[in-house]
């Protein structure tokens, strides 16, 4: 099965809730996006905002990576509209998004390097993915692994 890698946009906060609890929920929650992924895909995630709902200018980072760990596509408990997929995260260390603007194809595409995250959730390039993450990820001598 051919490996994918997507880009998906979340606060800051919920970036850490969903990294410390090994999971991940898309765009609110729906279980569409959840279903064009597969076991082994990678995720990049964008925060545009430290806080949920609080727009702010500070944050434009790249602040998390993960990769699915199983097929499994279940529902919030407390909340049966939301969708969420088991993840395993990376340490990883904020970049702000405008540090990628000439090296990555899907910001270079746009005059404004904004505009690429006005989809919430998007498959990217494999050449992409590794130059964002051999920046934001911390190396741990636990683990190795291949994207």
């Known amino acids: 099965m051919k490996q994918s890698y997507w880009l998906t946009n979340a606060a800051q906060e919920h970036v850490h809730i969903v990294r410390d609890q090994g999971y991940t929920q898309l765009n609110m929650g729906p279980k569409?996006?959840?279903?064009?992924?597969?076991?082994?895909?990678?995720?990049?995630?964008?925060?545009?905002?430290?806080?949920?709902?609080?727009?702010?200018?500070?944050?434009?980072q790249f602040t998390g990576i993960s990769y699915l760990t199983d097929h499994t596509i279940y529902q919030q408990p407390t909340n049966p509209e939301r969708w969420r997929r088991n993840v395993q995260f990376f340490e990883c260390k904020p970049h702000h998004a405008s540090q990628?603007?000439?090296?990555?194809?899907?910001?270079?595409?746009?005059?404004?390097?904004?505009?690429?995250f006005m989809i919430p959730f998007f498959e990217i390039s494999r050449q992409d993915f590794i130059t964002v993450a051999h920046k934001i990820i911390i190396p741990n001598n636990n683990y190795s692994f291949l994207f």
């Open 32 to 60: 569409e996006p959840l279903e064009k992924m597969n076991k082994g895909d990678w995720i990049l995630y964008y925060s545009p905002t430290i806080l949920f709902n609080q727009p702010d200018t500070i944050c434009q």
């Open 100 to 116: 990628f603007h000439q090296h990555v194809d899907f910001l270079r595409q746009h005059t404004n390097w904004l505009d690429a």
